[in-house]
């Protein structure tokens, strides 16, 4: 196996665990665990789908080794805002558009595969529908 792709699979892995800490600390706080990975269309993919009692909450988790060039909240720029809206819109499209309130958290986990004690942050509403998209009510 080449160090590029060793690289990879060592980011998968990350990321992978990196969700795991998301969704147990969601699951702590009360959150009922929907879906994990939902994809929707070809290229579009929700971290984790969740019910936050009457609320659809579509979380997005960013897992970093460490945070010496800033927090991990920060990769969910502009970009990755419009990508999530998308999924979401094309996910409530594909439910049928139920009128549902629903929001964008991120999870912030801070460690690696094999970390103790990762630092592991919530936060709530952390961005808004992109206005390129909208439901049809």
């Not at 959150?31 to 993919?45: H, K, Q, T």
């Not at 971290?47 to 997005?60: H, S």
């Amino acid at each position: 196996m080449t160090a590029k792709r060793n690289d990879k699979l060592a980011h998968l892995k990350t990321g992978e665990w990196g969700e795991k800490q998301a969704e147990e600390m969601l699951k702590k706080k009360g959150y009922r665990i929907l879906g994990r990975r939902v994809r929707v269309g070809i290229r579009d993919e929700i971290d984790l789908v969740a019910r936050d009692g009457g609320v659809l909450v579509f979380v997005e988790v960013k897992t970093r080794k460490e945070e010496t060039f800033g927090r991990p909240v920060m990769a969910v720029d502009r970009e990755k805002r419009h990508l999530t809206s998308r999924a979401a819109i094309r996910y409530l499209k594909r439910l049928g558009c139920p009128r549902v309130y629903f929001r964008f958290d991120v999870v912030e986990v801070v460690g690696s595969v094999g970390h103790v004690n990762p630092v592991v942050r919530h936060v709530q509403n952390a961005f808004t529908l992109d206005k390129r998209y909208s439901l049809p009510y």
